[in-house]
């Protein structure tokens, strides 16, 4: 199995702060990476796939990178309705594995 | 305007099955791939089955293959997660997931572009 390692796992940060993201894959998993956000009792929501494709509708504040085994996801200019907590998923192989989660929170 | 309501949770208590039902609306069922993802309470997000279109391409998380079954109803464009020998750990809030196919370098994986708002299943004697 693909084992998915997002650090950190939460950070405090303040309203128009740059803010990234990393997600590393246990091996290559080429650019089949996608990032999701998720706020309390919400269900995640797609932002970004194919490690760096921004998902219609969400905000160009929000970009990814990476390929092979090291990925990451910037917010440029923090908003308030960012603060939430991401999460990284490979869609190279079975099982599709998520990364842990990193929590976004204020400063 | 996609929809995905998932229905069918509760408390069962261990050993017991459960069938989770997910009423698709604003788009062709068919042409899609379904997953469903769960999410224990304070928990990360798991991968728990997918089912392609056509109904042929099938595959489960270790943890519950052999007891769950992923099944659609294209005509009724409703996808269904049938549930036996429910442990404890499968505790979670369940969530219905269309997936969408994107292609790179000659190969094509999923995105989980629309998400349920997911039903609680509680396992516990």
Redesign the interface.
Known sequence: DIQMTQSPSSLSTSVGDRVAITCRASQSI???L?W?Q?KPG?????LI??AS?L?SGVPSRFSGSGSGTDFTLTISSLQPEDFATY?C?Q??S????????TKVEIK | EVQLVESGGGLVQPGESLRLSCAAAGFTLSNFWMIWVRQAAGRGLEWVAYLGPAGKDISYVDSVAGRFTISRDNARSSLFLQMNSLRTEDTAVYYCVRGSPYCRGGACRLAFDFWGQGTLVTVSS
């Open positions: 080429s650019s089949f996608n999701y998720q919400k269900a995640p929501k797609l796939y194919a494709t998902q999460y998923q869609g190279y079975s099982p599709l594995t998520f990364g842990g989660g």
